[in-house]
């Protein structure tokens, strides 16, 4: 089909992700929009509980804020809201490009423009129905919900545990070792993402998790943004058979997918902390419930010689006191973009800090100055990610 000959696509998204340049140049700067989207008209049919991949994909907006709220005044760019939109090919008009859910989110990126967007949440024009609809469309029914503190499973044995972060590009993956060797068996992970569509290319061209991944074990999520979760969706499918523990938090349609798919195998965490067991906590970030980094869960490891940190996107200010604030070793919150507070203390100079990124990226991660807040608090910076040629995966 020739792109002019390309219907409208009609669409409802939540807003996953809007990425502001630098604070100086917010109005002007162009900022980068992810939308968790679904076509309209699978709502309006009511097949949306059906979940075809036809009807479920991942939209990426590029354009400044001036000019959206200039051809678009009914709209709201607020991250958890949801918004009504199209997609057509109409050069002039601010570009966008989706990834269809069909193939395991492997096939083509298609670049077209976004020509109408209208808020359905957030403020008074939000159509009652419509986004009681969708809150239905994206609120699991089968997963296991709970406020308890922990799960009390088996006391891990031995020295660790280790964690290994995974160099997938600009994304966050962590597996958790018994004993620090690759060969050791994987207890679980602490996030299972891999770039959202517009960062593909910072992907290693060898990756060999997948023949990894255990029988038995558990996944961590630290929240529901996509490239913290895709690799369970894209290139493990084998991710989805192992326990899964989350912060229910709001969704879009194609976190929703997933969470359906896993069915009573998740378990959505509301407590504000959860100990998986004896080694293995989880803290709950202080941040409004509409804020999905702030508000997600870090995993502090009790282990000899120190305690280590895994962040996600949870910025230091949100880190509720009982997580502590010295550290063995930590990765480096938001993929080391910029942040709030001040880093945690190193148990000793010189300790790791693992950044978990790819290069090129559109967020500009690493951001110097907070690279440099840790190097000043002490903090070794260790990348997943120097050059091309020049990348890993980092132990902690």
């Known amino acids: 089909m020739d792109e002019s000959d390309r219907p409208v696509i009609k669409a409802y998204g ?14 002007r700067g162009r900022v980068n929009v992810v939308i968790d989207s679904i076509k309209i008209e699978a709502i309006e049919s009511g097949t949306a509980h059906n979940r075809e991949v036809s009807d479920l994909f991942i939209v990426r ?3 400044t804020i001036n000019r959206l709220d200039s051809l678009f005044p009914e709209s709201r760019w607020d991250e958890g809201g949801w918004i009504e939109f199209e997609l057509q090919d109409c050069p002039g008009e601010p570009p966008a490009w989706f990834l ?4 395991d989110y492997s096939g083509p990126v298609v670049r077209t423009n976004i020509i109408s967007a209208v808020a359905l949440s957030g403020g008074p024009l939000g159509p009652a129905l419509v986004v009681e609809k969708l809150m239905n469309l994206c609120q699991s029914t089968t997963a ?5 503190q922990d799960k009390r499973p088996r006391k891990l044995a031995g020295v660790g545990p280790f964690v290994r972060v995974v160099d997938v590009g600009h994304a966050s993956f962590s597996t958790i070792h018994p004993d620090r060797s690759i060969t050791s068996p994987v207890l679980g992970y602490f996030d299972v993402g891999g770039p959202v569509f517009f960062h593909h290319r910072t992907f290693p061209n060898s990756f060999s ?8 074990g558990f996944v961590v999520l630290s929240h529901w943004d996509f490239d913290h979760y895709s690799l369970a969706v894209s290139k493990i499918p084998a991710l989805r058979q192992l326990d899964w523990f989350a912060p229910d938090q709001p969704v879009g349609p194609n976190a929703a997918s997933l969470q359906a798919k896993l069915g009573s195998k998740l378990t959505l965490l509301s407590a504000p902390s959860y100990s998986l067991d004896s080694s293995l906590h989880l803290w709950k970030g202080t941040g409004a419930s509409t804020d999905r980094n702030g508000s997600g869960y870090v995993m502090k490891i009790n282990r000899a010689g120190g305690d280590v940190l895994l962040s996600g996107d949870v910025p230091y200010s949100l880190l509720p006191s009982g997580a502590g604030n010295q550290f063995a070793a930590i990765t480096v919150t ?3 973009g910029a942040f709030s507070g001040s880093p945690p203390i ?3 100079a010189g300790a790791t800090a693992a950044v978990s990124y790819g290069h090129p990226n559109r967020y500009h991660h690493p951001n110097s ?7 000043t608090a002490g903090w070794r910076i260790t990348p997943t990610y120097v050059t091309s040629k020049v990348r890993g995966d980092v132990w902690l």
């Open 14 to 27: 939540f807003l996953e992700a809007v990425t502001f340049p630098k604070e100086k140049t917010k109005s």
């Open 346 to 348: 190193p148990v000793k």
């Open 209 to 216: 998790e997948a023949r990894r991944v255990p029988a038995s």
């Open 369 to 375: 100055d907070a690279i440099g807040l840790h190097q």
């Open 100 to 103: 269809s859910a069909e193939n």
């Open 334 to 336: 938001h993929h080391g």
């Open 61 to 63: 907006i590029l354009s």
């Open 144 to 148: 296991v919900r709970t406020q308890k």
